[in-house]
């Protein structure tokens, strides 16, 4: 289940399950749009990335899916493994307006054996 | 093909001193940006910079930091008198162009005691 707890939200799986992160943005002029996972004490690990002019996108066992209507990003995990495990960050961009990357808050999954 | 480097990976400085971080892009990379993250957040983008010139510093704090990448060598983000606040880790991420895909280093872990 989800909870939301004093500082990130976590999501608790069981192994090989399907897991579900979302992620609301905040700008309607963002048109890239990144998830990255970070592992304790390490950088942010690129996982897929999407462009405004998508909604879905496929990669080895994740999928984003962007709908723009309603500013919401979400990425979906097939069969969970433990090595999932980790904090997921979803970024937005504006291309040709600076090239900050806005970082969500993030969420915690945690993948239970 | 190496990845983006930061040296050094822990820093522990009293208040007052300088802090020093390094970031080398990877090879053929000549964007670099520079990222703070405070515990259970997310990144806060600082500063961008190509060889030589900087881009947008928009997310720098007005005094203390600086950030420059010069035409040889690694980027160098400088916190000049710094204090307690100033702990958090800083990523360096690279990217070959202006849009798309930026990939981010280990970090350096500033401790200011």
């Known amino acids: 289940g989800e909870s939301v707890g004093l500082h990130l939200p976590t999501l608790s799986v069981q192994e090989g399950d399907n897991s579900i992160i979302n992620c609301a943005y905040s700008n309607s002029a963002s048109d890239y749009f990144i998830w990255y996972k970070q592992e304790s004490g390490k950088g942010p690990q690129f996982i897929i990335d999407?462009?405004?002019?998508?909604d879905k996108r496929q990669g080895q066992r994740v999928t984003v899916l962007l709908n723009k209507t309603v500013k919401h990003l979400s990425l979906q995990i097939a069969a969970t493994q433990p090595g999932d495990s980790a904090v997921y960050f979803c970024a937005e961009m504006v291309n040709n307006a600076g090239n900050m990357l806005t970082f969500g808050g993030g969420t915690r999954l945690m993948v239970k054996p | 093909n190496a990845g983006v480097m930061q040296n050094p990976r822990h820093l522990v400085r009293r208040r007052g001193q300088e802090a020093r971080l390094r970031c080398s892009p990877m090879k053929g990379h000549s964007h670099v940006y520079w990222y703070r993250q405070l515990p259970e957040e997310g990144l806060k983008f600082m500063v961008y910079?190509?060889?030589?010139?900087?881009?947008?510093e928009s997310g720098m704090p007005k005094e203390r930091f600086s950030a420059e990448f010069p035409k040889e060598g690694p980027s160098i983000l400088r916190i000049q008198q710094v204090v307690r606040g100033d702990s958090a880790a800083y990523f360096c991420?690279?990217?070959?162009?202006?849009?798309?895909?930026?990939?981010f280093g280990p970090g350096t872990r500033l401790t200011v005691t």
């Open positions: 910079l190509q060889k030589e010139n900087i881009i947008d």
């Open positions: 991420a690279s990217s070959p162009n202006s849009e798309g895909e930026q990939y």
């Open positions: 999407i462009r405004s002019n998508m």
